[in-house]
């Protein structure tokens, strides 16, 4: 029995829907797989495209060719899509082959050279040519299907794309917003393959089902079987099947169809002009693309989800603008409607740019209406789909429009329909892959932005006015020649005039500010009131250099977000530079991935015994704008010792073979598209791989709109390629990472003599931090312990699993911040293992170091306070005459903590709270966890505070309260653990959990906090004796009792901590090292 022919023709539409979405699955997951070697530099971009889209343009018209000499189109459709399938299933094997082959074959390139670019483009085209060759032929075999007669060739191949279109848009989301961040790289494109092996399965079932090749497959397209004389030759079939009449669809609308593109012919030179106008429309129609990509990233960010966003509504607005065609049945002249359509779509972007500027403003406006929380974040992304939907749906709209109609002015018979559809097809698609290419590498960067809309909205006019003007030359010379001469004068004063507007609004980075204008006139307003002293809207990136209004200050902008400064930032630009080479004085060659300001490069540039500074910097137009900031960067790039390599880090650190002794890693925000692939694992072993053994890595991380989930996952990978890792915190917002393969051995003495060169001083001085001490200070965590601060169990980042990729979008929305660091914090430790630790026994702070944490930290309300008011307090008690620490208390913006606040109220009263204490322990209860709470508030690497009153409370508690003796015990065990008495605190910590630990949780409702707290100490000291057995067998013992919950998780940082290390000791077999048992500063005094 056969189907019936809408059955048909509705299952075929439903496997080219699916064959879309997989198209663009595959897209979205081979560019990444691509750029993991080729990187994301314009050239590297465009290379990727082109190989993709030529690919697909001679799909079109080799296999449209083809499709009208087969007597079987929906057999050969179906082993296009298996072939597909096959391919993407053994694409990882094939794509490591690849990588490790391009590898071998560019070892030793130097980077940007045509050598290089050449391999890239033979690479993309090894890579993904087949695939796609295979996938450009699916839309004109099933045309060729499909298609009976030229009456009904525009709506069925209109119906086709959109239904083709709409799988794209459904692929695109589901690759980018599930299934990337759920399963990797692999398994999306394994998921893919399924997609078109299922649709090749189905397609071969049916081709089967109507005997295909020995029945008329015309039942497809909506005739009745007829049987093929078996004698006949292909082509006389197909030419006999195209004179067929259709049957399906019957009455009226047959007769509409026929009145809509039957009686319509068209002469050589009519079809030339249509297909000339495809390939310049496909043009301008990637540089639109292009152009709407950078306005909307400087107007809603640049994440990924919000790149993925824009190509869904420009797909969209393809797809809606071909089911109009497809149901537009009495349309007319099609060359005619393709003309007004060109026209319409030039006057809808050239409407819509008078209104780009306010783009900025309308979305903070919006955005701000959402809590800023985790699950919002749909809402946001709602909003980001709106703002790109009233930018690009009705002009993408009328480009989805053209391709039916032109099909359809150059197709002459039905016979050929494959041909000339896989021609039209191709023709577009290689405008495209021109649009890409001029529109990224040069239009872009000579005209601006401004100026290649007008550009596209002139193309478009012309186009449009071409056709419509056609074959008049001859009696109206003056409106032919005029009126495309004026579209040309207009598009040109239009772009001059948005030139001078949109580099200020477009670049004010609202989308990631607290504050946003009240009203468009203050927005306005803002906007030009800033100095611009650099603009550049270059291939990969839009760059400006600016400065706040009476101020002398420079901002440089990536795509609206500041990246570097001469304010805030220069805290951690410089500190950056200099800090790995003090750790390693012995460095020559130094590494630098990401540019910016130049003011690292510089600092890495004052230590005379660098030989070799080579920078890595994806965008010329940063290259360009540093040299606004040579008097901040000590003009670095006409160092002879410094060379600018402009191209992507990962494709420069696998070709080159050079050794370095520092690599220094400061990348934007991961949220950033792009920008997570240098926090990747991958990114990290191909940077060990070029260190020398003993060499430092260091990592700028930003903490502000970041998660602790997130640091975890940072810290996580970053030690799975260095095991020794240190922590740096310059800034309450910024975060280094100093990461090494051995166990460093830094040599204090070498330090401070490295410090005390007179350019790397100098320099230093410049943010304060040219003091021994205080620079040490800035340590958290030390080499030791930061590769143990992430649980086990964190995510690991990887290039072929970006999970941090997809974690920072949402934090960047919640405004998330790191928090749990500050519970490891070795400042605020009696015993810490930094650096700093073991400079204190040997150093006792001199004044000249107390005036040098005073100047640094009250200079710069950024820089994190708790530690240095621990150092005035010890100040103020050890020098009660000097009024200097006293000023300087008053000028610290300072909260009055609540164990400090409880102690000034309650001690006044001591006499008659010790008097009473026998009777009704209560008040004596709140003093002591009153001096308990302000004795932590204050203790650091710099104070250890008396303990004479409270310890003497303490010893009264445990024997007049006995309901909360354990917490006073556990009390006493920390307080000998920050004098280094490790025997009492033994004594007192297992006093406080011995008697409950095999039967559950002691009772410290005093202080939920104190067992993990007491616990982490404790194991602490059996890790310092080697005791790493005891250690393991308590902590598990901590953990079956109950005292880690989901409550007490965070206030339990420190055990786990202590946990991880006890864990990682016993398996390596050794104890961790551990600094001096004492705190030295308190015990050596000031002086």
Same mark, same amino acid.
């Given at each position: 029995?056969?189907?019936?022919?809408?059955?048909?023709?509705?299952?075929?539409?439903?496997?080219?829907?699916?064959?879309?979405?997989?198209?663009?699955?595959?897209?979205?997951?081979?560019?990444?797989?691509?750029?993991?070697?080729?990187?994301?530099?314009?050239?590297?971009?465009?290379?990727?495209?082109?190989?993709?889209?030529?690919?697909?343009?001679?799909?079109?018209?080799?296999?449209?060719?083809?499709?009208?000499?087969?007597?079987?189109?929906?057999?050969?459709?179906?082993?296009?899509?298996?072939?597909?399938?096959?391919?993407?299933?053994?694409?990882?094997?094939?794509?490591?082959?690849?990588?490790?082959?391009?590898?071998?074959?560019?070892?030793?390139?130097?980077?940007?050279?045509?050598?290089?670019?050449?391999?890239?483009?033979?690479?993309?085209?090894?890579?993904?040519?087949?695939?796609?060759?295979?996938?450009?032929?699916?839309?004109?075999?099933?045309?060729?299907?499909?298609?009976?007669?030229?009456?009904?060739?525009?709506?069925?191949?209109?119906?086709?794309?959109?239904?083709?279109?709409?799988?794209?848009?459904?692929?695109?989301?589901?690759?980018?917003?599930?299934?990337?961040?759920?399963?990797?790289?692999?398994?999306?494109?394994?998921?893919?393959?399924?997609?078109?092996?299922?649709?090749?399965?189905?397609?071969?079932?049916?081709?089967?089902?109507?005997?295909?090749?020995?029945?008329?497959?015309?039942?497809?397209?909506?005739?009745?079987?007829?049987?093929?004389?078996?004698?006949?030759?292909?082509?006389?079939?197909?030419?006999?099947?195209?004179?067929?009449?259709?049957?399906?669809?019957?009455?009226?609308?047959?007769?509409?169809?026929?009145?809509?593109?039957?009686?319509?012919?068209?002469?050589?030179?009519?079809?030339?002009?249509?297909?000339?106008?495809?390939?310049?429309?496909?043009?301008?129609?990637?540089?639109?693309?292009?152009?709407?990509?950078?306005?909307?990233?400087?107007?809603?960010?640049?994440?990924?989800?919000?790149?993925?966003?824009?190509?869904?509504?420009?797909?969209?607005?393809?797809?809606?603008?071909?089911?109009?065609?497809?149901?537009?049945?009495?349309?007319?002249?099609?060359?005619?409607?393709?003309?007004?359509?060109?026209?319409?779509?030039?006057?809808?972007?050239?409407?819509?740019?008078?209104?780009?500027?306010?783009?900025?403003?309308?979305?903070?406006?919006?955005?701000?209406?959402?809590?800023?929380?985790?699950?919002?974040?749909?809402?946001?992304?709602?909003?980001?789909?709106?703002?790109?939907?009233?930018?690009?749906?009705?002009?993408?709209?009328?480009?989805?429009?053209?391709?039916?109609?032109?099909?359809?002015?150059?197709?002459?018979?039905?016979?050929?329909?494959?041909?000339?559809?896989?021609?039209?097809?191709?023709?577009?698609?290689?405008?495209?892959?021109?649009?890409?290419?001029?529109?990224?590498?040069?239009?872009?960067?000579?005209?601006?932005?401004?100026?290649?809309?007008?550009?596209?909205?002139?193309?478009?006019?012309?186009?449009?006015?071409?056709?419509?003007?056609?074959?008049?030359?001859?009696?109206s010379k003056p409106l032919v020649i005029g009126v495309p001469a004026a579209v040309v004068v207009v598009a040109f004063a239009l772009?001059?005039?948005?030139?001078?507007?949109?580099?200020?609004?477009?670049?004010?980075?609202?989308?990631?500010?607290?504050?946003?204008?009240?009203?468009?006139?203050?927005?306005?307003?803002?906007?030009?009131?800033?100095?611009?002293?650099?603009?550049?809207?270059?291939a990969s990136a839009t760059v400006v250099v600016q400065s706040p209004?009476?101020?002398?200050?420079?901002?440089?902008?990536?795509?609206?977000?500041?990246?570097?400064?001469?304010?805030?930032?220069?805290?951690?630009?410089?500190?950056?530079?200099?800090?790995?080479?003090?750790?390693?004085?012995?460095?020559?060659?130094?590494?630098?991935?990401?540019?910016?300001?130049?003011?690292?490069?510089?600092?890495?540039?004052?230590?005379?015994?660098?030989?070799?500074?080579?920078?890595?910097?994806?965008?010329?137009?940063?290259?360009?704008?540093?040299?606004?900031?040579?008097?901040?960067?000590?003009?670095?790039?006409?160092?002879?010792?410094?060379?600018?390599?402009?191209?992507?880090?990962?494709?420069?650190?696998?070709?080159?073979?050079?050794?370095?002794?520092?690599?220094?890693?400061?990348?934007?925000?991961?949220?950033?598209?792009?920008?997570?692939?240098?926090?990747?694992?991958?990114?990290?072993?191909?940077?060990?791989?070029?260190?020398?053994?003993?060499?430092?890595?260091?990592?700028?991380?930003?903490?502000?709109?970041?998660?602790?989930?997130?640091?975890?996952?940072?810290?996580?990978?970053?030690?799975?390629?260095?095991?020794?890792?240190?922590?740096?915190?310059?800034?309450?917002?910024?975060?280094?990472?100093?990461?090494?393969?051995?166990?460093?051995?830094?040599?204090?003495?070498?330090?401070?003599?490295?410090?005390?060169?007179?350019?790397?001083?100098?320099?230093?001085?410049?943010?304060?931090?040219?003091?021994?001490?205080?620079?040490?200070?800035?340590?958290?965590?030390?080499?030791?312990?930061? %590769?143990?601060?992430?649980?086990? #169990?964190?995510?690991?980042?990887? $290039?072929? &699993?970006?999970? +941090?990729?997809? =974690?920072? *979008? !949402?934090?960047?929305?919640?405004?998330?911040?790191?928090?749990?660091?500050?519970?490891?914090?070795?400042?605020?430790?009696?015993?810490?293992?930094?650096?700093?630790?073991?400079?204190?026994?040997?150093?006792?702070?001199?004044?000249?170091?107390?005036?040098?944490? %005073?100047?640094?930290?009250?200079? #710069?309300?950024?820089?994190?306070? $708790?530690? &240095?008011?621990? +150092?005035?307090? =010890?100040? *103020? !008690?050890?020098?009660?005459?000097?009024?200097?620490?006293?000023?300087?208390?008053?000028?610290?913006?300072?909260?009055?903590?609540?164990?400090?606040?409880?102690?000034?109220?309650?001690?006044?009263?001591?006499?008659?709270?010790?008097?009473?204490?026998?009777?009704?322990?209560?008040?004596?209860?709140?003093?002591?966890?009153?001096?308990?709470?302000?004795?932590?508030?204050?203790?650091?690497?710099?104070?250890?505070?008396?303990?004479?009153?409270?310890?003497?409370?303490?010893?009264?508690?445990?024997?007049?309260?006995?309901?909360?003796?354990?917490?006073?015990?556990?009390?006493?065990?920390?307080?000998?653990?920050?004098?280094?008495?490790?025997?009492?605190?033994?004594?007192?910590?297992?006093?406080?959990?011995?008697?409950?630990?095999?039967?559950?949780?002691?009772?410290?409702?005093?202080?939920?906090?104190?067992?993990?707290?007491?616990?982490?100490?404790?194991?602490?000291?059996?890790?310092?004796?080697?005791?790493?057995?005891?250690?393991?067998?308590?902590?598990?013992?901590?953990?079956?009792?109950?005292?880690?919950?989901?409550?007490?998780?965070?206030?339990?940082?420190?055990?786990?901590?202590?946990?991880?290390?006890?864990?990682?000791?016993?398996?390596?077999?050794?104890?961790?090292?551990?600094?001096?048992?004492?705190?030295?500063?308190?015990?050596?005094?000031?002086?």
């Open positions: 029995m056969q189907p019936a022919p809408r059955a048909l023709f509705r299952t075929v539409m439903l496997c080219l829907f699916v064959s879309g979405a997989a198209g663009l699955v595959y897209e979205v997951a081979w560019s990444r797989y691509l750029a993991l070697f080729l990187g994301h530099t314009s050239y590297a971009v465009v290379a990727v495209l082109v190989a993709f889209m030529g690919g697909l343009a001679l799909g079109n018209l080799w296999l449209g060719h083809f499709a009208d000499r087969t007597a079987r189109p929906l057999a050969v459709y179906a082993w296009l899509e298996i072939s597909i399938g096959v391919y993407a299933l053994a694409f990882p094997f094939w794509y490591g082959l690849c990588f490790d082959l391009f590898v071998a074959v560019g070892q030793g390139l130097e980077p940007g050279t045509t050598a290089s670019l050449a391999l890239k483009f033979t690479f993309s085209l090894l890579t993904v040519l087949l695939p796609t060759v295979l996938m450009g032929g699916t839309l004109p075999v099933v045309t060729r299907l499909l298609t009976r007669s030229l009456s009904e060739l525009r709506e069925k191949l209109a119906g086709l794309y959109f239904v083709n279109s709409a799988g794209a848009v459904v692929g695109t989301f589901l690759a980018d917003f599930w299934w990337l961040p759920a399963v990797g790289l692999e398994y999306t494109i394994y998921a893919g393959a399924a997609m078109n092996l299922a649709v090749g399965a189905a397609a071969m079932f049916v081709s089967g089902w109507i005997k295909e090749g020995r029945t008329v497959t015309a039942a497809v397209a909506g005739q009745a079987p007829a049987e093929v004389d078996a004698s006949r030759s292909p082509k006389s079939e197909v030419r006999d099947s195209a004179a067929e009449p259709d049957t399906v669809l019957a009455g009226n609308q047959a007769s509409a169809m026929a009145a809509a593109g039957a009686d319509f012919a068209f002469d050589p030179l009519q079809m030339r002009l249509a297909v000339m106008g495809i390939g310049l429309s496909g043009f301008v129609a990637m540089l639109y693309q292009i152009a709407w990509t950078r306005m909307l990233a400087l107007a809603l960010g640049s994440s990924t989800h919000a790149f993925s966003l824009m190509l869904i509504t420009f797909i969209a607005g393809i797809a809606v603008g071909s089911w109009v065609i497809y149901r537009w049945r009495r349309l007319g002249n099609p060359l005619t409607a393709f003309a007004w359509i060109e026209l319409a779509l030039a006057g809808a972007v050239l409407t819509s740019m008078f209104f780009y500027e306010l783009l900025p403003y309308w979305f903070v406006q919006f955005a701000r209406l959402i809590a800023r929380r985790q699950e919002a974040y749909p809402l946001y992304e709602a909003i980001q789909a709106l703002i790109c939907v009233a930018v690009m749906f009705v002009p993408t709209m009328c480009l989805g429009m053209t391709l039916p109609l032109v099909s359809r002015v150059a197709t002459r018979e039905a016979g050929r329909t494959g041909l000339s559809v896989g021609r039209v097809f191709a023709v577009n698609t290689l405008g495209t892959v021109l649009g890409a290419a001029l529109t990224g590498l040069w239009l872009m960067p000579a005209l601006g932005l401004a100026r290649t809309f007008a550009l596209g909205v002139a193309l478009n006019a012309l186009i449009g006015l071409a056709i419509l003007l056609a074959g008049r030359w001859r009696g772009g001059q005039h948005f030139a001078g507007v949109w580099p200020k609004t477009l670049n004010m980075g609202l989308f990631r500010q607290q504050l946003v204008p009240a009203s468009r006139r203050e927005f306005r307003e803002t906007a030009r009131s800033l100095v611009t002293h650099y603009h550049r809207d270059g209004p009476g101020t002398d200050l420079l901002y440089l902008k990536v795509n609206g977000k500041t990246d570097a400064s001469t304010g805030g930032d220069m805290n951690t630009q410089i500190l950056s530079g200099h800090l790995p080479l003090l750790l390693r004085p012995a460095s020559s060659n130094v590494l630098v991935v990401g540019l910016g300001s130049g003011i690292t490069v510089g600092a890495v540039a004052q230590h005379p015994g660098v030989q070799r500074i080579d920078v890595v910097e994806i965008s010329p137009e940063v290259v360009a704008a540093a040299r606004h900031f040579r008097a901040a960067n000590h003009n670095a790039l006409e160092d002879p010792r410094v060379r600018v390599y402009e191209e992507d880090a990962k494709a420069f650190l696998l070709l080159t073979d050079r050794q370095y002794d520092v690599i220094i890693s400061e990348p934007s925000n991961p949220w950033m598209a792009g920008v997570a692939g240098v926090f990747s694992l991958e990114f990290y072993e191909t940077c060990r791989s070029r260190l020398a053994p003993d060499g430092l890595m260091l990592q700028w991380v930003q903490l502000y709109e970041f998660s602790d989930a997130g640091m975890d996952m940072v810290l996580a990978t970053f030690s799975r390629a260095f095991p020794y890792v240190s922590v740096w915190q310059s800034l309450r917002a910024d975060l280094l990472l100093v990461g090494s393969v051995q166990p460093p051995n830094v040599d204090l003495h070498a330090l401070a003599a490295r410090l005390a060169v007179p350019t790397v001083q100098q320099d230093l001085a410049r943010v304060g931090l040219d003091n021994v001490p205080l620079l040490l200070s800035q340590e958290i965590i030390a080499f030791t312990n930061g %590769a143990l601060v992430p649980p086990f #169990d964190s995510r690991v980042h990887s $290039d072929y &699993f970006p999970a +941090l990729e997809y =974690r920072a *979008q !949402r934090d960047f929305f919640a405004r998330a911040s790191v928090e749990r660091l500050r519970k490891l914090d070795e400042n605020f430790s009696r015993r810490p293992d930094t650096l700093l630790g073991r400079w204190l026994p040997e150093h006792p702070l001199e004044k000249e170091d107390l005036a040098a944490f %005073a100047g640094y930290y009250l200079t #710069d309300d950024q820089r994190p306070l $708790d530690a &240095f008011i621990t +150092l005035l307090k =010890r100040w *103020q !008690r050890e020098q009660p005459d000097s009024p200097l620490p006293f000023e300087l208390a008053a000028r610290v913006k300072y909260v009055t903590p609540p164990g400090e606040l409880d102690v000034l109220r309650l001690a006044p009263r001591r006499d008659l709270i010790l008097k009473r204490a026998p009777q009704d322990p209560t008040l004596l209860r709140q003093y002591g966890r009153a001096l308990m709470r302000h004795y932590a508030e204050q203790t650091s690497v710099f104070n250890l505070p008396p303990t004479d009153e409270l310890e003497d409370v303490l010893a009264r508690l445990v024997r007049l309260d006995p309901d909360n003796q354990r917490a006073y015990q556990a009390w006493l065990a920390e307080l000998a653990w920050d004098r280094g008495d490790d025997d009492g605190c033994v004594q007192w910590a297992e006093q406080a959990f011995a008697p409950d630990l095999p039967r559950g949780p002691a009772r410290f409702k005093l202080d939920p906090d104190t067992p993990l707290r007491t616990a982490a100490r404790l194991a602490d000291v059996y890790l310092r004796r080697s005791e790493l057995a005891r250690a393991a067998a308590f902590c598990e013992g901590i953990v079956q009792s109950g005292y880690l919950n989901a409550e007490t998780r965070y206030n339990g940082l420190l055990f786990e901590f202590t946990q991880r290390r006890v864990l990682t000791a016993l398996a390596r077999g050794t104890p961790n090292p551990s600094a001096p048992g004492t705190g030295a500063s308190s015990a050596a005094g000031l002086r």
